[in-house]
């Protein structure tokens, strides 16, 4: 149990639709990261959110954004839905100085 | 470009037994090294880590080790258990800008077999 809450657990979305993922740190933790884990690959680092503000982002295209708001809790937003995005998105917390990122359960996406 | 890179996707090994788990890395600047287990429909949960300036650390059944002039990390597990049997991944931090990110490998697969 690592006190970092994701929303929903599962979801189906059409191609070219729009989905928000919601995610709670755990408490005290004001870093927030965003991960894709593709079937049979490592988590994919999407983006990284400091006291509100993007402070780090992997290879992803614009479409893929998000939010931080005032309490640390993120939201993720994907536009124009792919078929690859179909995907577990996972979200991480830790402190500002931490080393170690701990993970809530994931949201499984599925594009069809 | 994977900085991070788990050669074997899977390992078998019998319980009570050791099992190495093997990680290269390709970026000098990595400061800080960890391992996550995952099992099915779970997140993946931390295990144990290391600093850059060290080079071996232990968590009961679990050791790490570095070397950073070979850029590899292993995690040694004794003796395994069925329960170990999961998902491993080794994962490296960086400074980037403004913070840091962590970059994980793609894992590797451990089935204990009673």
């Known amino acids: 149990e690592t006190g970092v809450t994701q929303s929903p657990t599962h979801l189906i979305k059409t191609r070219g639709q729009q989905v928000t993922l919601r995610c709670s740190s755990q408490?005290?933790?004001?870093?927030v990261s965003w991960y894709q884990q593709a079937l049979g690959q490592g988590p994919q680092f999407i983006f990284q959110?400091?006291?509100?503000?993007?402070?780090g982002r992997g290879n992803f295209p614009p479409r893929f954004s998000g939010l931080q708001f005032p309490n640390y809790s993120s939201e993720l937003n994907v536009n124009a839905l792919e078929l690859d995005d179909s995907a577990l998105y996972l979200c991480?917390?830790?402190?500002?100085?931490?080393?170690?990122?701990?993970f809530g359960e994931g949201s499984w996406l599925t594009v069809v | 470009d994977q900085q991070v890179k788990q050669n074997s996707p899977s390992l078998s090994v019998q319980e009570g037994r050791i099992s190495i788990l093997n990680c290269d890395y390709t970026?000098?600047?990595?400061?800080?090294f960890l391992w996550y287990k995952k099992y099915p429909a779970e997140g993946p949960t931390f295990l144990i880590s290391?600093?850059?300036?060290?080079d071996k650390n232990e968590d009961g059944r679990f050791t790490v080790f570095l070397n950073k002039s070979a850029k590899h990390l292993s995690l040694h597990i004794v003796p395994s258990q069925p329960g170990d049997s999961a998902v491993y991944f080794c994962?490296?931090?960086?400074?980037?800008?403004?913070?840091?990110?962590?970059?994980f490998g793609a894992g590797t697969r451990l089935f204990v077999k009673a």
């Open positions: 970026n000098s600047m990595f400061d800080y």
């Open positions: 959110y400091y006291r509100e503000e993007e402070n």
């Open positions: 994962a490296a931090r960086q400074e980037d800008t403004g913070g840091f990110k962590t970059i």
């Open positions: 290391i600093s850059s300036i060290k």
């Open positions: 408490s005290g933790h004001n870093t």
């Open positions: 991480a917390s830790t402190t500002g100085a931490g080393n170690t990122i701990y």
